[in-house]
């Protein structure tokens, strides 16, 4: 019988899945997933008698991790009987191992999940979009994986698919040759121990300390620029962490001022929602931008403009398109 087989390595993509089979009946479905994730937090995804795990490296790519996840697909292209003519559900088709998984069975059939902001980003030549070292690390990546590797198609990546999944109709600009289907995103209410008050600026973190991509004393001034803008006597900026920072980034903010709300297993997205009325949402390049500005208790939506970071120019393009407020950089 069709298996239906869907990749599954960030929580993200474990929600959006989970929002999927809330609209579509999908038969035979087998789940390869990260073994660092808790598949059960998902009621549908939890239902699914037929997983198996995954183990990614933590650390960056390198050829005897490229080998490692190479073996890894082969090994379940045998043990669970994969076959051409089962369907592929993937979110990021620049994933070395949904690389290596989609060449070893040869999926004739995919079909691509949402995976936060950069499926709303414009798709460039091949996705080299950060210039020659995005280019030597495509490079790199296709000499580690070779010849697992399938780059020949752009949607937020490398593979073609027949059909696509998101939140919002905005998904995969100019793919034309997609069929897009929407689904709904819920936010569900929670207990929250410390709120966000009326008329409080929640500022979403991102890991760009973590990731290199920008200095702790550049970061902290972003946020400062949001706090001395936005708030006053009356109101008070939340920081709300992204899991990938790290207590060194968060105890830093902390130091020079900033209030980080640590409360665990809630959303950004859920945070605010159960927070109070009137609230100003800012952040950098967050996926939760998009996806709160339509709130009732959220009055405005803003990203700050970072200067000569790699590859943000095109999300700030794209968070204008989907609503948010996008304002200068700070020097302006």
Same mark, same amino acid.
């Given at each position: 019988?069709?298996?239906?087989?869907?990749? @599954?390595?960030?929580?993200?993509?474990?929600?959006?899945?989970?929002?999927?089979?809330?609209?579509?009946?999908?038969?035979?479905?087998?789940?390869?997933?990260?073994?660092?994730?808790?598949?059960?937090?998902?009621?549908?995804?939890?239902?699914?008698?037929?997983?198996?795990?995954?183990?990614?490296?933590?650390?960056?790519?390198?050829?005897?991790?490229?080998?490692?996840?190479?073996?890894?697909?082969?090994?379940?292209?045998?043990?669970?009987?994969?076959?051409?003519?089962?369907?592929?559900?993937?979110?990021?088709?620049?994933?070395?191992?949904?690389?290596?998984?989609?060449?070893?069975?040869?999926?004739?059939?995919?079909?691509? @999940?949402?995976?936060?902001?950069?499926?709303?980003?414009?798709?460039?030549?091949?996705?080299?979009?950060?210039?020659?070292?995005?280019?030597?690390?495509?490079?790199?990546?296709?000499?580690?994986?070779?010849?697992?590797?399938?780059?020949?198609?752009?949607?937020?990546?490398?593979?073609?698919?027949?059909?696509?999944?998101?939140?919002?109709?905005?998904?995969?600009?100019?793919?034309?040759?997609?069929?897009?289907?929407?689904?709904?995103?819920?936010?569900?209410?929670?207990?929250?121990?410390?709120?966000?008050?009326?008329?409080?600026?929640?500022?979403?973190?991102?890991?760009?300390?973590?990731?290199?991509?920008?200095?702790?004393?550049?970061? @902290?001034?972003?946020?400062?620029?949001?706090?001395?803008?936005?708030?006053?006597?009356?109101?008070?900026?939340?920081?709300?962490?992204?899991?990938?920072?790290?207590?060194?980034?968060?105890?830093?903010?902390?130091?020079?001022?900033?209030?980080?709300?640590?409360?665990?297993?809630?959303?950004?997205?859920?945070?605010?929602?159960?927070?109070?009325?009137?609230?100003?949402?800012?952040?950098?390049?967050?996926?939760?931008?998009?996806?709160?500005?339509?709130?009732?208790?959220?009055?405005?939506?803003?990203?700050?403009?970072?200067?000569?970071?790699?590859?943000?120019? @095109?999300?700030?393009?794209?968070?204008?398109?989907?609503?948010?407020?996008?304002?200068?950089?700070?020097?302006?």
């Amino acid at each position: 019988m069709k298996k239906n087989v869907v990749i @599954l390595t960030t929580a993200f993509q474990c929600e959006i899945f989970n929002s999927v089979l809330k609209k579509e009946e999908i038969p035979n479905l087998l789940i390869i997933y990260c073994s660092q994730l808790n598949i059960n937090s998902w009621p549908l995804l939890k239902k699914c008698n037929n997983k198996s795990t995954l183990c990614l490296p933590k650390e960056y790519l390198t050829f005897k991790r490229a080998r490692s996840l190479i073996k890894q697909a082969k090994t379940l292209h045998k043990d669970l009987d994969l076959e051409p003519t089962d369907t592929l559900w993937f979110a990021n088709d620049a994933d070395p191992f949904t690389q290596a998984l989609y060449k070893n069975v040869g999926f004739k059939e995919t079909r691509v @999940l949402e995976d936060g902001l950069g499926a709303y980003v414009q798709p460039s030549f091949l996705a080299w979009r950060g210039g020659l070292i995005s280019l030597l690390r495509r490079l790199k990546l296709i000499l580690y994986l070779f010849p697992y590797y399938r780059a020949f198609y752009s949607i937020c990546g490398n593979i073609k698919a027949d059909f696509g999944y998101s939140y919002n109709k905005m998904a995969y600009p100019k793919i034309y040759n997609i069929k897009l289907i929407t689904i709904e995103k819920q936010t569900i209410e929670q207990k929250v121990k410390n709120p966000a008050a009326d008329k409080d600026i929640v500022f979403i973190g991102q890991p760009f300390i973590e990731k290199r991509r920008i200095c702790r004393q550049k970061y @902290l001034e972003h946020i400062l620029f949001v706090k001395k803008k936005y708030a006053n006597e009356k109101n008070k900026l939340i920081y709300r962490p992204h899991p990938g920072e790290s207590t060194d980034t968060l105890s830093y903010l902390e130091s020079n001022g900033i209030i980080v709300n640590y409360e665990s297993g809630i959303s950004a997205e859920e945070y605010i929602y159960s927070s109070g009325n009137n609230l100003i949402i800012a952040g950098i390049a967050s996926t939760s931008l998009i996806y709160v500005r339509n709130m009732e208790n959220v009055e405005k939506v803003i990203s700050t403009r970072i200067p000569n970071v790699r590859g943000l120019e @095109l999300h700030y393009t794209a968070l204008a398109r989907l609503g948010v407020e996008v304002i200068p950089p700070l020097s302006h």
